[in-house]
């Protein structure tokens, strides 16, 4: 574990602003019920950013499709790019985006693969204000199923997390690729609430609150408990400097994989490992072996 240790994380991709985090802070002293609502409401609001230039390309370039997902009432907004018989989905990170994989996104054509991505419940032109990793893995299943087959996914972050629980319990895919995937939710609810500036105990709230709203247990969503299903080659990739998920995430389920690979870069962060080129023909070559 110590190999991969780094002092010197690249910031966060995503920041709390002070404001917010001042009234969380203030809040918790009045009610801990009031702050777990407004911690809650928080964690499931995704923030919406405007396309960056770079991305324009693809967006301008690709097919746009709506798909209405009953199962979690919304409406998804779906990009197939290109057209071939060998297909990849691409799934973004929370408050991504479909084009955020951009830059896979153009290899993969390049390759002669097809490129399906989509921008997640209640993110970009996709319906509703509040998601979860449930309906993130609905809508998964459901694209693969109105699109499918496909011979990869490949996930950021959040979506990272979608692709291994989708795939844990039926085989979706040939093979899969995670880059900067989180793992155990209990995990992911503390740093929220540190960076919060709120008390420990409150995650523990957050977390009996969500399992008591969705009458589920959130432990067997934790990508590295998934990962213990997966039977298909599954390449994780991780940066040391990873300021928004420990790079111990990307070990706990490579060491859970049947068929798994591991790939550690080091001052990439979060969000700028998948614009990498060395990162992204890694990538490309691992999909190009296993299909």
């Not at 574990?1 to 966060?12: A, I, Q, R, T, W």
């Not at 802070?25 to 770079?54: E, G, Y």
């Not at 690979?261 to 890694?282: C, E």
Request: hydrophobic share 40%; net charge positive; charged share 20%.
């Amino acid at each position: 574990m110590s190999l991969f240790k780094n002092n010197n994380l690249v910031s966060p991709s995503l920041s709390i602003p002070k404001p917010v985090v001042y009234f969380a802070k203030t809040t918790q002293f009045i009610s801990h019920k009031l702050v777990v609502f407004f911690a809650t409401k928080l964690f499931s609001t995704p923030i919406n950013f405007s396309t960056p230039k770079r991305e324009l390309a693809m967006k301008e370039s690709a097919q746009n499709k709506k798909i209405f997902i009953s199962s979690i009432q919304k409406e998804i907004h779906i990009l197939s790019y290109g057209f071939s018989d060998k297909k990849v989905l691409l799934c973004h990170g929370w408050a991504g985006r479909s084009t955020q994989l951009f830059m896979i996104a153009h290899k993969l054509l390049e390759k002669g693969y097809m490129v399906v991505s989509f921008d997640g419940p209640a993110h970009g032109e996709s319906t509703g204000k509040t998601t979860n990793l449930i309906e993130y893995i609905e809508t998964i299943k459901s694209i693969t199923e109105e699109f499918g087959p496909f011979d990869a996914a490949v996930g950021h972050s959040f979506g990272a997390m979608g692709i291994l629980n989708a795939n844990s319990n039926e085989i979706l895919f040939k093979c899969m690729v995670t880059v900067g995937s989180g793992d155990k939710i209990p995990d992911i609810l503390e740093n929220f609430t540190r960076n919060l500036g709120l008390k420990k105990i409150i995650a523990a709230k957050m977390e009996r609150y969500f399992m008591k709203k969705w009458n589920i247990q959130l432990a067997p969503f934790a990508a590295s408990e998934a990962a213990k299903k997966i039977k298909i080659p599954t390449l994780v990739i991780h940066d040391s400097a990873d300021g928004d998920v420990a790079v111990s995430c990307a070990i706990n389920i490579r060491q859970n994989l049947e068929k798994g690979s591991l790939y550690i870069t080091n001052g990439l962060g979060h969000t700028k490992i998948l614009r990498d080129k060395i990162v992204t023909n890694k990538i490309i070559g691992f999909i190009i072996q296993n299909t």
